[in-house]
């Protein structure tokens, strides 16, 4: 059963060696993340769970590893710690989502157990749907650690550069991370509309509604961090 969740962006700017100069100006956000994922420690989640987009759809065991080479940082980061074996085994590479989700985990000191769950970003609502109430019960007590941006047209400087609906889907996202998604944002998000402004959250933020819904208990949602820097989305939000 699902027992406490963080939402969080992965940006490798989160990461200071990569940000380097500019590892300030998302200080913020780093302090927002650090406070979703202790509160995700704190209930004591027998399994965590990161989930981030990626290529495809597939489950990276623990110990999977991941790195930011292609943005200056020559190093590895392991998704907990690798779990004892006889022999070396090879391992699937974590996507970039949850890379930055390993490096979150770290961060925070997380010994415990850990999975990684890489999903497409067009996949049906039906299919992640399914996937939330499945990762929800993958343990006794389950913590999410789902990782996502927001649109990235938000100025002409962004990524996907500037689009007029960019802000306004933004503020869509902001409300559904804080009413837990009671008026079905997230499963109607189009994907088409998620492609076009280069939302990496939709997948992920759909299997955190599945499995939030599925839980019988009523807890709260709250939304510590919502901003755009670079022109990108970025939203941290605890549910607990």
């Known amino acids: 059963m699902l027992v406490a969740a963080a939402v969080c962006p992965c940006p490798p700017l989160l990461v200071p060696e990569v940000a380097t100069g500019a590892a300030p100006e998302l200080d913020a956000a780093r302090a927002a993340c650090d406070e979703a994922v202790r509160a995700v420690l704190a209930a004591r989640p027998d399994l965590i769970v990161v989930v981030g987009e990626g290529a495809v759809t597939r489950t ?14 020559d190093r590895e980061f392991r998704l907990g710690e690798a779990p004892e074996v006889s022999e070396p085994t090879v391992r699937d590479r974590l996507p970039l989502s949850l890379t930055v989700g390993a490096w979150l ?30 990762l929800a019960a993958r343990a006794d007590r389950v913590g999410f650690l789902v990782m996502g941006d927001g649109t990235a ?21 902001a409300q559904a991370l804080g009413n837990g998604d009671r008026d079905g944002f997230f499963a109607n998000l189009d994907v ?25 208990e009523d807890r709260n949602w709250q939304v510590l961090y919502e901003d755009a ?10 549910w607990s």
């Open 153 to 173: 047209c938000r100025s002409v400087k962004a990524p996907g550069y500037l689009d007029d609906r960019a802000e306004g889907v933004d503020a869509s996202i």
């Open 60 to 73: 990276h065991e623990q110990g999977a590893t991941g790195g930011f080479q292609p943005f200056g940082l």
């Open 105 to 134: 985990l770290d961060r925070a000191g997380w010994t415990g157990p850990v999975e990684g769950y890489e999903v497409e970003g067009d996949r049906s609502w039906p299919a992640n749907g399914e996937d939330g109430v499945h």
């Open 192 to 216: 088409d509309l998620a492609r076009e402004l280069k939302i990496s959250g939709r997948s992920p933020w759909q299997i955190l509604t599945a499995a939030t819904a599925a839980c019988d």
């Open 229 to 238: 820097p670079y022109g990108v989305g970025y939203f941290v939000a605890g």
